[in-house]
């Protein structure tokens, strides 16, 4: 994982937040519709987390069924939050993402990253900031920023092999290497996935949820959109069929030169 | 949902049913585990076989665009809508610097024996200022070659640089070059021919005529939405469209052949005849069929251009690249002689031996720089000079020697020369007269054959019609060296046939006056 430069290295740990989330909801979703074809519901296990206000509830909204499973069958167990001391508490929460972190790889970066969530989830409940920010709008809007910005940054230590790996990167992400801001990569890479990209972010909303719940008063309207809804997935796994294709094309450039 | 999502299932299946039950069929014989099979039947989508894979390329390449791509499956889409090499190239620099001391070494040697050099640089399809260059990518391959044209030019290498009258500017691209494909279209080869004549007749020779370089002596042919190019075979019909196939023949008389020995092939007329392959003006197939090979075919190790009433009776050597292939047929109308060797392929002897050997009038380089392959500059200089080859004495081993071949109604109707074939030494066959005695050819194959093994391992083809016009002092010969290292085992024989080998029978021939030396 390199960079040559501030910008290129945003956009790949923007990119690779995308893909993490696009691949891991993904295959979760086939696993959901498959199921259902054969008579079994599962519960989502995506809910956009990117709209996340704090990390409280990324981790609501991310991997539920881990969560759930960690939850249910560690902090509990454990006592969770129902425990005398706050050392107590502490270390509930600090066991949890420890081994929600070896869950993910036998490598130190996935220690690290779950320790990193570990410790702002801690943060966030001794503070109470989940419930402070339902009570003041503009600072849960602003709370976001950070948020987000914990989740990319620990996109990047996940992605990585090693810590230096990480390290390394994230002070180019942070202009603390003496690579220049912008450079000829960033410009061709930029305008070759815009589309993508802005295509990445506007599916990371709950966009179409909130236009459906905007329509339940107006049945024919919401049928109809479902429908487009419907004719729009097929021709969209038609073109993902088509991507496995040309993945597989790659006819010899006879008269090489 | 899920019935549209299983209709589609069933129809793929349903068309490509046979990239299961094959694979299945080949498990129940036996040939192959449980585990192969069912990785070739998950592997199906790659197969060529699929059904409508070429409409799924065209979806896939539509939506590339769709979504603003510019580079995509190996091809940068340029500013002005044409279609490039991948990205990759516009984005490293390499150094190919080699090259010009590579080729100015050949050019030397070749000076030192008598025989002028002409390095041609061919544009590629991007101008030199690089304007038409998506934004964040260099003009590598043009900076490349300005690094070898420099070299050459300093070293005195008599250098023709044609990219400024081809490429100079992004209108320029457009009209000399193929939108989908890599290559010139002919239009841009026919401005190129006129440029290499214009510069043999100023630099290399004044009594060097370009005698058919007006385009009014030739017919234009276009044919519309035709060709989809190396560059659009990867990224489909609707990436960027599709180009028109146009080709030149010429108006005026001509009888030319067009040698292949690769494919045991006598190409014999007019031009037209020689040198354009109709298959590509009859079959439209945009992703099964290459029509930029309309002129000779496709790139192979040697072909060879006769043309006994060409008026500048010349020998000259072509050393290739793909560009050559329209280039070379134009030219075949103004030399008698046109050997062209494309040194990717040409394992025969070393271009150095070829030109001490055979002594071209005249040798062309010419080259796109896509590419710096080593093989463009490797030409066994070293070596020749070591050996001295050019000046080897040669040694009569046979003289005077007269074969009647009978006609036969059999393929191998063939007599072998009685002189011992020594691996690793160099012989030149040569016959005072050859004649067709008995059915008709356009050609006569010389071959040296390895009998134990029964393979022909080097196979020259003599177009008879040329021999008999005494052209260049009736050059009725073969100049080759033995393997030194064949099979185990190996005997090699000098054989001539009757006819061209593989391609003619029911024909007898005579030979006259037959000699072979040894060179060296």
């Excluded at chain 2, 019935?3 to 299932?9: G, K, P, R, T």
């Excluded at chain 2, 040697?109 to 998506?134: C, E």
């Excluded at chain 2, 300093?154 to 044609?162: F, K, M, R």
């Excluded at chain 2, 030149?248 to 045991?264: A, G, M, N, R």
Aim: aromatic share 14%; with cysteine.
């Amino acid at each position: 994982m390199t960079a040559n430069s501030v910008a290129m290295a945003w956009l790949g740990a923007i990119a690779y937040t995308l893909q993490i989330y696009f691949d891991f909801s993904g295959y979760s979703d086939m696993a959901i519709g498959l199921g259902r074809m054969l008579g079994f519901r599962f519960l989502e296990n995506f809910d956009y987390p990117y709209i996340s206000r704090t990390i409280t509830e990324f981790w609501r909204r991310w991997h539920i069924s881990l969560g759930t499973w960690f939850r249910d069958y560690v902090y509990f167990p454990m006592g969770g939050s129902r425990v005398d001391r706050k050392a107590r508490l502490v270390l509930n929460l600090m066991v949890v993402w420890c081994l929600t972190g070896i869950w993910h790889g036998a490598n130190w970066t996935f220690i690290v990253w779950g320790l990193i969530y570990g410790v702002v989830i801690v943060f966030e409940k001794l503070l109470d900031i989940p419930k402070k920010l339902e009570k003041a709008p503009t600072l849960s809007a602003l709370y976001r920023i950070p948020t987000l910005l914990l989740v990319v940054v620990g996109w990047v230590l996940f992605r990585s092999d090693t810590i230096a790996g990480a390290l390394q990167y994230l002070r180019t992400m942070f202009g603390l290497t003496g690579a220049p801001l912008i450079d000829d990569t960033f410009i061709f890479t930029a305008r070759e996935y815009i589309v993508y990209l802005a295509f990445g972010i506007i599916c990371s909303l709950p966009i179409l949820k909130g236009v459906r719940k905007l329509l339940t008063s107006r049945s024919f309207l919401l049928e109809g959109v479902n429908s487009l809804g419907y004719v729009l997935q097929f021709l969209l796994f038609v073109v993902s069929f088509s991507f496995l294709v040309m993945n597989a094309h790659n006819p010899f450039i006879y008269f090489n030169f | 949902m899920a019935l549209l999502f299983v209709a589609y299932i069933a129809v793929m299946a349903g068309f490509n049913y046979k990239m299961v039950t094959d694979p299945f069929a080949k498990f129940f014989n036996g040939g192959a585990t449980f585990e192969e099979t069912t990785s070739t039947v998950a592997s199906g989508y790659q197969s060529d076989q699929l059904w409508g894979k070429t409409n799924f390329i065209d979806l896939n390449g539509f939506f590339a665009r769709a979504t603003a791509r510019r580079a995509y499956n190996g091809v940068t889409l340029l500013k002005n809508n044409m279609l490039s090499y991948e990205v990759d190239q516009f984005q490293k620099f390499i150094d190919i610097s080699y090259l010009g001391s590579g080729i100015s070494d050949f050019s030397d040697y070749l000076a030192s024996i008598g025989i002028p050099f002409v390095y041609v640089q061919l544009p590629i399809k991007q101008d030199q200022q690089g304007s038409v260059l998506p934004d964040g990518l260099k003009n590598y391959p043009n900076i490349n070659a300005d690094a070898v044209v420099k070299k050459l030019v300093e070293a005195g290498t008599n250098t023709l640089d044609i990219r400024p009258e081809l490429a100079g500017s992004a209108a320029m691209l457009k009209e000399n070059f193929y939108k989908t494909d890599h290559h010139w279209n002919a239009d841009g080869a026919f401005k190129g021919y006129q440029l290499i004549m214009d510069h043999l007749n100023q630099n290399v020779d004044s009594s060097i005529r370009a005698a058919y370089t007006d385009p009014s002596l030739w017919q234009r042919h276009v044919l519309e939405d035709w060709f989809l190019g190396s560059h659009g075979k990867r990224v489909g019909r609707y990436f960027d469209g599709t180009d028109d196939l146009i080709w030149y023949t010429p108006d005026f008389k001509t009888e030319i052949s067009c040698i292949i020995p690769l494919h045991k092939n006598i190409f014999k007329g007019t031009f037209k005849d020689a040198n354009i392959r109709s298959i590509y003006t009859e079959q439209k197939d945009y992703f099964r069929l290459n029509p930029y090979a309309i002129y000779i075919g496709g790139d192979y190790p040697l072909t060879q251009h006769r043309n006994a009433k060409a008026p500048n009776q010349m020998r000259v050597l072509l050393i290739k690249d793909s560009f050559m292939l329209p280039l070379q047929s134009f030219l075949s109308t103004e030399f008698t002689e046109i050997d062209v060797i494309d040194p990717r392929y040409y394992t025969a002897s070393t271009i150095a031996e070829y030109c001490a050997w055979n002594r071209p009038d005249l040798v062309i380089m010419a080259k796109n720089p896509s590419i710096g392959d080593r093989r463009y500059c490797q030409f066994g200089v070293d070596d020749a000079k070591k050996e001295d080859i050019a000046n080897a004495p040669e040694t009569v081993l046979l003289s005077d020697y007269d074969v009647d071949i009978e006609k036969k109604d059999f393929n191998w109707s063939s007599s072998v020369i009685p002189v011992e074939m020594v691996p690793g030494k160099t012989y030149r066959f040569r016959a005072g007269d050859i004649t067709v005695t008995d059915g008709h050819t356009d050609g006569v194959s010389v071959l040296l054959f390895d009998s134990p093994h029964n393979e022909i391992v080097l196979h020259e083809i003599l177009d008879v019609g040329y021999c008999k016009e005494n052209v260049n002092n009736g050059r009725r010969e073969w100049t080759f060296k033995v393997p030194r290292k064949g099979k185990e085992g190996a005997l090699y024989k000098l054989v001539i046939y009757a006819g061209v080998h593989g391609s003619t029978k029911n024909t007898g021939i005579s030979y006259s006056d037959i000699s072979v030396t040894q060179l060296g």
